[in-house]
């Protein structure tokens, strides 16, 4: 079975912090992909990348950047964190076939308070 | 504009009814996927089903049952006899073919399902 791992479950940090959000799969997929889940909005995306050291903007990138160092990890990184980011943010990945008829596999997504 | 829309932001039945979930979607590409996830009080996003755009046969699995049909760019998902463990929020999600984005999935606002004992 296929496992992706969020660093945490719960997060609480303050406005003006850095933050880092950890995710590691172990079926060497191509494909990572971070999520952020508001009520009444469903997922949107904020980042996804199809290989090491390669990254694309989602829909909402806007405040976030990402690290893709090594195949099995990519990290969500909230520069300066703010109150409109609390949420809950989900990591997925993917294999990289063509017309993937492979799915996203989530993680049990971390659940972020800015104070 | 949305590509895929779930209409019905939340559903409430009893036990054992039965209950359908809508989910439309909207794509230029001729060769696409289509999934839906549940997403548990617990957090987690469980794959359901996927079904590609070629391949308009009806499926059951148990309980659960899919509706694709192109002509009214329709994916819709029924659960007979409905359970308390049903109880989640459903995601609709399209991957196109279109372009370098391969793999990625652009979801439904999702619909929150209660079932009630």
């Known amino acids: 079975d296929v496992k992706v791992t969020q660093s945490s479950r719960y997060l609480v940090k303050r406005t003006g912090e850095k933050v880092f959000l950890e995710c590691v799969q172990d079926?060497?997929?191509?494909?990572m992909f971070w999520y952020r889940q508001d009520p009444g909005l469903g997922l949107r995306l904020i980042y996804f990348?199809?290989?090491?050291?390669?990254?694309e903007k989602g829909d909402i990138p806007e405040g976030y950047s990402v690290s893709r160092e090594k195949k099995e990890r990519f990290s969500l990184i909230l520069e300066s964190a703010s109150t409109n980011q609390t949420s809950m943010y989900l990591c997925?990945?993917?294999?990289?076939?063509?017309?993937?008829?492979?799915?996203?596999?989530f993680g049990d997504g971390t659940r972020l308070s800015i104070l | 504009a949305q590509k895929v829309t779930q209409a019905q932001t939340e559903i409430s039945v009893v036990e054992k009814e039965d209950v359908t979930l809508d989910c439309v979607y909207e794509t230029r590409d001729t060769t696409y996927y289509l999934f839906w996830y549940k997403q548990p009080p617990s957090g987690e996003l469980v794959f359901l089903i996927r079904?590609?755009?070629?391949?308009?046969q009806n499926e059951i699995s148990g309980r659960y049952s899919w509706n694709f049909q192109k002509s009214t760019s329709s994916f819709n998902f029924t659960i007979t006899a409905s359970q308390v463990v049903d109880s989640a929020v459903y995601f609709c999600a399209l991957e196109e073919e279109r372009g370098s984005t391969l793999g990625r999935l652009y979801f439904g606002r999702g619909t929150q399902l209660t079932v009630w004992p």
């Open positions: 990348s199809y290989d090491v050291k390669m990254k």
């Open positions: 079904r590609n755009s070629f391949d308009e």
């Open positions: 079926m060497d997929h191509e494909n």
């Open positions: 997925a990945s993917s294999l990289a076939t063509r017309l993937s008829n492979q799915p996203q596999h």
